[in-house]
């Protein structure tokens, strides 16, 4: 192979390579309003899941969960205020958990969904199960404590899953609901809309 052979093929990767990156270029900003838009009705429907009897679920603002960027919500019925739901992450076993948490005006629980996770298939990744997530309904701030024995009072960890248990439970749902109460009682951005 000589010098010239190397050139002209070094020149033919680059003329490919930058046809390549001009063709993702263009998909990425064609594709980008819809992904936008879709991601928009997506969330819409899960804030609606957590809390179905909501007429309308307004966003109330931005606030930082283990430095990662969260929301959170007012949900009214007519023009009375029926809870709110919040966005929080979890440092769990391999991974920040992130979910979303509806509570009623008192700041009980109703219910929580795990948007995303990366915990380990069979143990961790159990924080998804309805049989987890159902025992949070009605639990305020002072029983989102995991314990590693029968509870119905408290949140039971996942056998082999402590850590993640408590990813959800003591980090993700009591931090969420802890900074939606303070910030609602505290008259902070939330509280206007607030019955």
Known sequence: MTGKDIIKITLNLVVIYVIGGLILAVVHATTSPIRYKNNVIAEQKALKLLIPEADKIDKLGDWESHERHAQYWVAKKGNDTIGYIVQS????????????????K??????????????????????????????????????????????????????????????????????????????????????????
Request: proline share 2%; no cysteine.
């Open 89 to 104: 992450f979890g440092k769990g076993y391999s991974s920040y958990i992130k979910t979303l948490i509806a509570v009623d």
């Open 106 to 195: 008192d700041f009980k629980v109703q219910k929580i969904e795990v948007l995303d996770e990366k915990e380990t298939p069979g143990l961790g990744d159990e924080v998804e199960t309805p049989s987890f997530k159902s025992q949070f309904k009605g639990k305020d701030l002072d029983h989102l404590k995991v314990l590693k024995t029968d509870t119905t009072e408290y949140i039971q960890a996942i056998t082999g899953a402590t850590i993640s248990s408590r990813a959800v439970t003591e980090d993700a749902v009591r931090n969420g609901v802890q900074f939606l109460k303070d910030t609602i009682q505290g008259g902070g951005a939330a509280h206007v809309g607030h019955n």
